[in-house]
């Protein structure tokens, strides 16, 4: 197979095999566990010890400074008190790849939230009544938590996140813009924005052994045990083999738990350190201090354009905030470099370092904050032109990736346009604003194309042929919701020829063969591979295999480092289109989205049903960010003011009346042997610049910071 073009198998079947399992509609495995309450999270895994302790942990209340005084007096004298760990008394940790580890290892305060004590008692109760009882006094310095444009302490990074170069630039992009005889200039913001998991981080800690022989075992509320086994091994001095992390169910992540995140190293120091198996589950209101947040992103979005709508020109310069604590940069600027043809391009990202909390992965990073900006600029350009925003694009398709110039393994995304608009009823549209009125209320529609790009990492797996005729999977893979389970045991039946009832999965524990985290719309494609390799394997050694199998059965495995590791000199991404119909009520502000479509193109859709959850659930999401979610940085405080489910205002039931997902068919033998694309995060990234799109065409006012609240609207409609 050459280096430079492999492609790969649809599928391997045994000849005179069941139907395909691939493409099946088929119900979550773990679904009836669910829902009866037989699948344990974190906290809830096996019988609790009698002599279980419960952790409670005691964020800073300052927004900068350094601890000179901990009490614990009062709070030790709580009944049922165990231990208070405060950066004098806490174990001593190894070096972290990761800063935010670094939990009660000096008095420093760099952000508001930041844990300066961990309160250990025998309940839940007593746990936070401890907690609560500690006093801490501090010597508090200067701070800065608010993000502006012309920031003095901006700087250029050199990466952005996912390795992504910060600047990139193709021409003369400012000559041409400024040449160009249609132009668009217009900054967009995007507010501070949090994970909110419907399962908290939590922890369960338990030492076995003592000295040399101690063994830690963790259940762990994450995206990824492997990574959590790591971290765990590196800051308590451990070998890798006596440290085991099982995250078998996860109530959600987002990306919030795409990393070791403090509350599984507080739980580990504090079993330690009392010689007791400890629980500890954060408190919702703690969680957009220290388990990452989406962040803010001002951006300049420039288009020049010839008058038949042709680009010659596309800027997109970004300035978002990090910590001082570590280095995040939201790539907003890279889907830029993907999406449209022009011979002159600019991306850039500044950032600004200020007193907050460590920014990290949510849903789509990079992507949902800058196609927001790019597809609201892009229709912007379309009234422009008085050219149809659906047309517009299709003028735009390039024949290579722009910033690269590599080919595409696959780009259905006029397809994708032309089909959405064909179910949405598009041309039926009236393109004038503000026309469609009913009483008080207004009503328009909107577009947006979407785009992420196609990752994989290398995976091991085994698949073991049982004496009874079922088949023993075994990957480290993580299901934090999407299906994971039910999607891999497909693979193996296809590969193997055989049913998916057939078909035993074992996910989700450092005891299994190692695997990549669930993110990055990756896992799949990651776990996928592996599993599908080890599944050929064994269906090629039965079908030479005569006799009895032996003893312990007959098992294959694979590793996917060499094959993930091979050039493909294409540029892979899934594409997709939102449309979105509004009503905005002229008396009130508040916007109603009526109904949402979207069309994609990723792949091969190995699973129809759990696929359709994954794209709707990204688009209500989308919506979210379009008109309820968004948090504040209080300048006073240093303190996030939205910080639980009543003051950040997710999407309800009633937020979302119709809303549907369709996908072109799409053949790629460029991705893995599946012929997938990751699915998790593409239907997020549309949505916001659909939704405020079609609020232009509803009022004829263009907003340009989001999210769209009532008070926001009415004041720019009066």
């Known amino acids: 197979m050459n280096r430079k073009t492999a492609t790969y198998p649809t599928h391997v079947r045994v000849p005179g095999a069941p139907a395909p399992a691939l493409g099946a509609a088929h119900e979550r495995l773990e679904g009836r566990d669910k829902v009866t309450g037989a699948a344990r999270y974190a906290t809830e895994h096996a019988h609790t010890p009698p002599d279980c302790a419960y952790a409670w942990p005691v964020p800073a209340t300052v927004a900068r400074g350094r601890v000179t005084g901990v009490d614990t007096a009062a709070a030790l004298a709580v009944p049922g008190a165990v231990a208070v760990l405060t950066p004098g008394t806490a174990p001593r940790l190894g070096e972290p790849d990761d800063p935010t580890l670094a939990v009660l290892q000096d008095t420093a305060v760099p952000h508001r939230g930041w844990y300066v004590a961990l309160a250990v008692a025998d309940t839940p109760e007593a746990a936070r009544e401890t907690a609560e009882a500690v006093r801490v006094t501090y010597a508090t310095e200067p701070h800065d938590v608010t993000l502006t444009a012309d920031h003095p302490a901006a700087y250029r990074p050199d990466l952005a996140n996912g390795g992504q170069p910060a600047h990139r630039e193709r021409g003369d992009a400012g000559a ?79 990306g919030s738990k795409g990393t070791p995140r403090p509350h599984v190293v507080l739980a580990a120091m504090a079993a330690r350190h009392t010689g007791r198996p400890v629980k500890l589950a954060l408190p919702r209101n703690h969680l957009a201090a220290v388990v990452g947040h989406r962040a803010p992103t001002i951006q300049r979005v420039r288009l020049g354009a010839a008058q038949d709508g042709t680009l010659v020109s596309v800027g997109h310069e970004v300035v978002t905030h990090t910590s001082h604590v570590k280095e995040f940069v939201e790539q907003a600027g890279v889907p830029a470099r993907v999406m449209y043809a022009s011979p002159h391009g600019l991306t850039d990202h500044l950032v600004v370092p200020l007193d907050v909390p460590s920014p990290s992965w949510m849903r789509a990073p990079g992507e949902a904050p800058g196609m927001y900006a790019l597809e609201s600029a892009m229709d912007e350009l379309a009234g422009a032109l008085g050219i149809d925003p659906v047309e517009l694009r299709l003028r735009n398709e390039p024949a290579t990736e722009p910033d690269s110039g590599l080919p595409f393994s696959s780009r259905n995304l006029a397809a994708c346009l032309r089909e959405g608009a064909r179910r949405f009823g598009w041309n039926d549209r009236d393109p004038r604003p503000a026309v469609r009125r009913e009483g008080t209320w207004l009503t328009g529609t909107g577009v947006a194309a979407a785009t992420y790009p196609v990752l994989v990492s290398p995976s091991t797996a085994s698949v073991t042929a049982l004496h009874d005729g079922r088949f ?247």
Do not use: C
């Open 176 to 254: 041409a813009f400024a040449a160009a005889p249609v132009r668009v200039d217009a900054t967009y913001r995007v507010p501070p924005l949090h994970n909110h998991p419907m399962e908290p981080h939590a922890a369960f800690a338990r030492w076995d052994g003592e000295g040399e022989g101690a063994h830690l075992t963790v259940y762990d509320s994450s995206q990824g045990a492997g990574p959590v086994r790591a971290a765990l091994a590196t800051l308590l001095g451990l070998p890798e083999d006596r440290v085991t992390v099982v995250s078998e169910h996860v109530g959600g992540g987002f």
């Open 472 to 718: 023993d999977v075994r990957v480290n893979a993580t299901d934090i919701g999407t299906g994971a389970r039910t999607v891999l045991a497909q693979i193996a039946a296809e590969a193997l020829g055989t049913t998916v009832g057939s078909v035993i999965i074992g996910i989700g524990s450092t005891r299994l063969p190692a695997a990549p985290l669930a993110g990055g719309s990756s896992g799949t494609a990651s776990w996928g591979w592996a599993v599908h390799l080890a599944a050929s394997r064994l269906a090629g050694r039965l079908a030479g295999h005569t006799g009895p199998l032996p003893a312990e059965g007959l098992t294959a495995s694979a590793d996917t480092t060499e094959e993930t590791g091979r050039d493909v000199p294409f540029a892979r991404h899934a594409f997709g289109v939102h449309f979105a119909e509004v009503r905005v009520d002229t008396v009130t502000g508040e916007v109603r989205v009526r109904r949402m479509l979207g069309v994609y193109a990723a792949g091969r859709i190995l699973n129809p049903r759990t696929a359709r959850s994954q794209f709707i659930g990204g688009m209500v999401m989308g919506l979210g960010m379009a008109l309820t979610e968004h948090s504040t940085l209080d300048p006073a405080s240093g303190d996030f003011a939205e910080r639980d489910l009543a003051s950040y205002h997710v999407p309800s039931h009633a937020d979302v009346p119709d809303i549907d997902a369709h996908w072109v068919e799409e053949h790629d033998p460029h991705l893995n042997p599946m012929g997938s694309k990751g699915i998790g995060e593409i239907g997020t990234v549309g949505s916001p610049a659909a939704i405020a799109n079609a609020v232009h065409h509803a009022t004829g006012v263009r907003f340009r910071e989001l999210p769209l609240t009532p008070d926001r609207v009415l004041t720019a409609l009066a």
